[in-house]
């Protein structure tokens, strides 16, 4: 059973930094493609950054504004995100969520398993 757990979260001032981490387990997932999206109540939720775990391939959204690096470890079977730069705007519940097709980093349904998800606020 795929389990994703996200942590890293927290309440930031505008400017500061943050790095989220989901830690995944129950499956070999070097044809993943992993992911991590956002949400803020009435809206969709919506792709942030995704990487391919085989090859480290990697796809930003336009919300990132070259703000945000995603990576993963190996070793630790753990994605990253590191959010720098953090403005008010990316307050939202941040999700891990993997894509066992390995194909698309762009298509929401293609995300079989997600995570509980982590709050980030980010204070003016």
């Known amino acids: 059973q795929v389990q994703l757990v996200e942590s890293g979260g927290g309440l930031v001032q505008s400017g500061d930094s943050l790095r989220l981490s989901c830690a995944a387990s129950?499956?070999?997932?070097?044809?993943?493609?992993m992911g991590w999206f956002r949400q803020v109540p009435g809206k969709e939720r919506e792709l942030v950054a995704a990487i391919s775990w085989g090859n480290s391939r990697t796809y930003y959204t336009d919300v990132t504004e070259g703000r945000f690096t995603i990576s993963r470890d190996n070793a630790k079977n753990t994605v990253y995100l590191q959010m720098n730069s953090l403005k008010p705007e990316d307050t939202a519940v941040y999700y891990c969520?993997?894509?066992?097709?390995?194909?698309?980093?762009?298509?929401?349904?293609?995300?079989?398993?997600w995570g509980q998800g982590t709050q980030v606020t980010v204070s003016s």
């Open positions: 129950g499956r070999t997932f070097s044809s993943y493609v």
């Open positions: 969520a993997a894509n066992p097709t390995g194909i698309h980093f762009y298509i929401t349904s293609d995300y079989y398993y």
